[in-house]
DNA sequence: AGTGTACTTAACCTTTAAGTTAATTAAATG
DNA sequence: CATTTAATTAACTTAAAGGTTAAGTACACT
């Protein structure tokens, strides 16, 4: 896996635990404990998630006497969100007029369509 | 990885070469040998990926001769779209309300927050 | 039938991911 | 100052990801 952020951000957001911290983060900050309880897995197994979840930037954590309380960042779901709009056009109307008309611009000229 | 769908897709789209292989079937349909061009990977791992997209939705494949033409399929990326927007309201107004709001219940009553 | 083209499968290697238990750090509290 | 609570780090295991080369399959073309 590369680590170019959008990578990292999907790659983060690819663990149903990871998913369901964020879901629980939503409600608002809480502790690792806290965020731990709801799961089968060691606190150190959590823990891990929550590396990922800081370096991928949507995790932000504070520090509270011995408790490390952990908040959601938005700015890499807005990437994904963002991402993920240019794809739109797909499942709406748009998709097929542009569909059609760059099909006929690659049959048309050479395979120079690259990236 | 656990394979629900939605974990599928996020892992699918961490890998920068496959997000380009979609990118590139957003211009039209077209074959595995055009789709590998623009990398520096050999045949084979191109053909992973495109495993890796078709299993988890994101690609279909047909015959056409010796061809296996790839075209993209929009609704694993309508389930990101509509994951995505549930954190809509953290980089909206409505955020520090809420916040706010949740903060309270949390502290009121004990961590019955679980998933 | 034999050859070229398009692609996949097999076998393998190396790195990373996700979990474990045990040990460690850090702060609050008796 | 010893203990409890909160969380991380270390060391390790297993499995999966992502790449390679070499071999195999499928169809088209002469």
Known sequence: MTTDRLSATFAALADPTRRAILARLALGETSVTE???????????????LKVLER????????????????LEAAPLQDIAGWVEEYRRFWEGSFDRLD??????QKGEGNDTSN
Chains 1, 2 share one sequence.
Do not use: D, N
């Open 100 to 105: 059609a008309y760059l099909q006929t611009i």
């Open 35 to 49: 965020l731990a309880e709801p799961f089968q897995m060691s606190l150190p197994a959590v823990s891990k998630h």
């Open 56 to 71: 991928a930037g949507l995790i932000a954590r504070g520090r509270e006497a011995q408790w490390r309380p952990c908040r």
